[in-house]
C-alpha cells in the first residue's frame, strides 16, 4: 500500500523557536496532504488542507502564520510551527490523499511536540 | 462542531469477545471511514463504507451504516490481545477531508 513518511518522529524545543515537519509521500504522488492535531486521549483535528502548488486552506480558529504549511511538491508538504510556545505541544499527523485508490487516507507516524 | 462522537469511550474485554463501537455523526456523507492508532502512532485504514451501503465486512471486522439515523457501528469479533488500540470513525462529504470522531479506546486482556 501507500506509504507516507512523517519527520521527525518527536522533537523538543524551546519556547519561540520555530520547528518544521515533513511529510512525504514516497511511493505516490499526493496532490492533497491533510494535517491534524491530537492531545492525549483526544480525537484528531483537522488544521488546514495543503494543496500542491497553491495556498493552504486552514481550519477556522487555526492560525495560518502560526502554522506555516507548504507543499511545494507532489510529494512533499511541510508544517512549520512558528514561535513555539508549551501550548503548541501536541501530537502532530499528516496525512495523503490518492485518489486512484479512493477516498481513505494514508496517515504519516506522527510528529510528538514538546515545547518547555 | 462537525465532529462526530463514538461510544462508548473506553471498553475492556477479554479475547475471545466481540467488540462493538458506535459512531454518530452530524451532517450528509458520501461515505464513513474507520481507523485504528496504535498509542503514540499514526492511523491505519481499517474500512470503508458508503452512504448507499448498509454493511459491509472485512476479515473480522463488520461495519454498518444507519443514514437516516446518522450512526454507524464497527464489530471486531474472536477479539485479540493485539486489538488493543483506540479506533476512530471519520466521516468525508464530497472531498478527502475527513473529519474524526471522539474515539473508542480498546482493551484486549489476554
Known amino acids: 500500500g501507500a506509504v507516507v513518511s512523517q519527520h521527525p518522529s518527536w522533537v523538543i524545543c524551546k519556547s519561540g523557536t520555530s520547528v518544521k515537519i515533513e511529510c512525504r509521500s514516497l511511493?505516490?504522488?499526493?496532490?492533497?496532504m491533510f494535517w491534524y492535531r491530537q492531545f492525549p486521549k483526544q480525537s484528531l483535528m483537522l488544521m488546514a488542507t495543503?494543496?500542491?502548488?497553491?495556498?493552504?486552506?486552514?481550519e477556522q480558529g487555526v492560525e495560518k502564520d502560526k502554522f506555516l504549511i507548504n507543499h511545494a511538491s507532489l510529494t512533499l508538504s511541510t508544517l512549520t510551527v512558528t514561535s513555539a510556545h508549551p501550548e503548541d505541544s501536541s501530537f502532530y499527523i499528516c496525512?495523503?490523499?490518492?485518489?486512484?485508490?479512493?477516498?481513505?487516507?494514508?496517515f504519516g507516524s506522527g510528529t510528538q511536540l514538546s515545547v518547555l | 462542531s462537525q465532529q462526530g462522537e463514538e461510544d462508548p469511550q473506553a471498553l475492556s474485554i477479554q479475547e475471545g469477545e466481540n467488540a462493538t463501537m458506535n459512531c454518530s455523526y452530524k451532517?450528509?456523507?458520501?461515505?464513513l471511514q474507520w481507523y485504528r492508532q496504535n498509542s503514540g502512532r499514526g492511523l491505519v485504514h481499517l474500512i470503508l463504507?458508503?452512504?448507499?451501503?448498509r454493511e459491509k465486512h472485512s476479515g473480522r471486522l463488520r461495519v454498518t451504516l444507519d443514514t437516516s439515523k446518522k450512526s454507524s457501528s464497527l464489530l471486531i469479533t474472536a477479539s485479540r490481545a493485539a486489538d488493543t488500540a483506540s479506533y476512530f470513525c471519520?466521516?468525508?462529504?464530497?472531498?478527502?477531508?475527513?473529519?474524526f470522531g471522539t474515539g473508542t479506546r480498546l482493551q484486549v486482556f489476554p
Open positions: 496525512s495523503a490523499s490518492l485518489r486512484l485508490l479512493g477516498e481513505k487516507l494514508f
Open positions: 511511493d505516490f504522488q499526493a496532490t492533497t
Open positions: 495543503s494543496n500542491e502548488g497553491s495556498k493552504a486552506t486552514y
Open positions: 451532517t450528509s456523507i458520501n461515505n
Open positions: 463504507i458508503r452512504s448507499n451501503e
Open positions: 471519520a466521516t468525508a462529504l464530497n472531498t478527502d477531508k475527513l473529519i
